[in-house]
């Protein structure tokens, strides 16, 4: 307990009739099995709460006959209010394994057997001095703990720290364990076999029970059947080095993690984020390197050590890591990515499809397809004839030609401004002076954009400078 903790006495909460007779089984449950007592003395007292306990997930139809994914109340779960006794209770740090490294070492055996542990919790004894503490109340009495109950903010830790310290030796080499759960594996059935029976000796020798209803042994054919049927993650090649796939949109980022072998991919983790409503302010070039730096942060202790290809439909980031006048946000998350061990190749739009899928919102279909015009002005059709202001930039920057007819002058100077610009399948941008990255506007599209930044009703019909100005503000060049 916290120092200077002072005990809680709390009221019983009033439950109906058929509540009180789910508390009064469960009650004459734990008094038989000699896991519960009763107490009139203790100063510590939290009162009992009856929860719905969930089955599994179950697909049913709703009222417009669409097929959907629910749990379904399969009962009663009487549970003890312990928050305010976790809030004085000095916590235990122990660390529990993750999920995914736990499956990772588990993956590539060809036979597993799965046990779970009996009422796990009670199976820890609690100290006598530390009994009272468990004490709660319900309308047959007050009742204090013998053995571990659920609710206890260390009570994952305890019981973590008890099912290592039981398999210590053959943890990580023949079996994985998290809580009550046990993980057995072998390369052959004999070896399978062989690893069961370690374990089961050991729960006879720690007097661990096994809930023999929730066991299966040599579980092969339908997990092979299930894992061989759909597309899957795998665990990663050390030996090999790491692809991630990085796109951002304008409401979230996504994210792939994967390797190849004997030159086919496969994937390793998905991830994905929304954007919050300051980083939706970002512009294409920040939202893109977000991406990365999310990624590299998400798959971390992957990546680490590794050499990484780092794919992404943003071709100016090739660039941005070598820039050194930058925006001071772009600069720290360049500095962020100077651990890793990296290379950006581009990838168009069309071919990152997974990480740009996990990066886009659904967005409903509308059935409703509006008629096509077929009336155009004359001067509209007659714009699409006239070639935009920076045709030789981009030709430069796809096939690496100037103009012929160029003299010695014309070159010099178009070679000096040529590196503040990018070309972006179907646009071209300019890194400016003020480390904005505009988009270039053709001829016959400026003179919209200035009505629109001038007369609009956010445009406030200001003078050609300030008007001027809400143009470069709004990524125009």
């Known amino acids: 307990m916290e120092e200077e903790a002072k005990p809680i006495r709390q009221p019983q909460r009033r439950l109906n009739p058929h509540l009180q007779e789910v508390v009064r089984a469960e009650v004459l449950k734990l008094l038989q099995a000699g896991i519960i007592y009763p107490i009139s003395d203790s100063p510590w007292v939290s009162p009992t709460q009856v929860v719905p306990k969930k089955s599994g997930i179950t697909i049913i139809q709703n009222e417009k006959g669409e097929e959907i994914a629910t749990r379904l109340t399969s009962g009663w779960r009487v549970c003890i209010d312990y928050r305010k006794l976790n809030a004085v209770t000095r916590k235990d740090h122990f660390p529990l394994p993750f999920i995914d490294q736990v499956l990772e070492r588990v993956s590539g055996h060809p036979f597993y057997c799965f046990s779970d542990g009996y009422s796990g919790y009670f199976q820890i004894e609690i100290d006598v001095e530390d009994q009272e503490k468990t004490t709660f109340t319900c309308p047959f009495g007050t009742y204090a703990y013998r053995r571990m109950p659920f609710g206890l903010c260390n009570a994952p830790a305890t019981f973590q720290r008890c099912m290592l310290s039981i398999f210590s030796d053959i943890v990580e080499r023949i079996m994985e364990v998290f809580m009550d759960d046990i993980t057995v594996y072998g390369g052959t059935f004999e070896e399978c076999l062989v690893n069961l029976e370690a374990v089961l000796n050991r729960c006879i020798e720690k007097d661990l029970v096994l809930n023999w209803e929730k066991c299966h042994f040599m579980s092969f054919d339908q997990l092979k059947q299930f894992l061989t049927t759909a597309p899957i993650v795998r665990p990663p090649n050390w030996q090999l080095s790491f692809e991630v796939m990085c796109d951002a949109s304008d409401f979230a980022i996504g994210a792939v993690l994967g390797q190849r072998e004997e030159g086919k991919p496969y994937v390793i983790y998905y991830a994905s984020k929304t954007l919050n409503e300051a980083q939706r302010n970002y512009t294409t070039t920040e939202k893109e390197l977000l991406a990365v730096v999310f990624a590299l942060d998400k798959f971390r202790a992957y990546l680490v050590g590794s050499f990484i290809i780092v794919f992404t439909d943003h071709s100016a980031l090739k660039y941005l890591l070598t820039k050194q006048d930058a925006k001071a946000r772009l600069i720290r998350w360049i500095?962020?990515?100077?651990?890793?061990?990296?290379?950006?190749?581009?990838?168009?739009?069309?071919?990152?499809?997974?990480?740009?899928?996990?990066?886009?919102?659904?967005?409903?279909?509308?059935?409703?397809v509006l008629p096509i015009n077929d009336d155009f002005p004359e001067e509209s059709l007659m714009l699409l004839e006239k070639t935009p202001w920076y045709a030789h930039i981009a030709n430069y920057l796809v096939t690496g030609e100037t103009p012929s007819e160029w003299k010695a002058q014309d070159k010099r100077h178009f070679f000096a401004k040529i590196h503040a610009y990018y070309w972006e399948e179907p646009f071209l941008f300019k890194y400016c002076a003020d480390q904005i990255i505009r988009k270039c506007v053709p001829e016959q599209e400026q003179q919209g954009i200035l009505s629109h930044c001038?007369?609009?009703?956010?445009?406030?019909?200001?003078?050609?400078?300030?008007?001027?100005?809400?143009?470069?503000?709004?990524g125009f060049t």
Do not use: P, W, Y
């Open 335 to 368: 500095l962020l990515l100077q651990e890793f061990d990296l290379q950006i190749r581009d990838k168009k739009g069309v071919e990152n499809v997974v990480a740009d899928h996990l990066s886009r919102l659904a967005i409903a279909h509308n059935s409703h």
């Open 454 to 474: 001038h007369e609009n009703a956010c445009g406030g019909h200001f003078a050609s400078q300030k008007t001027a100005m809400k143009v470069l503000q709004s």
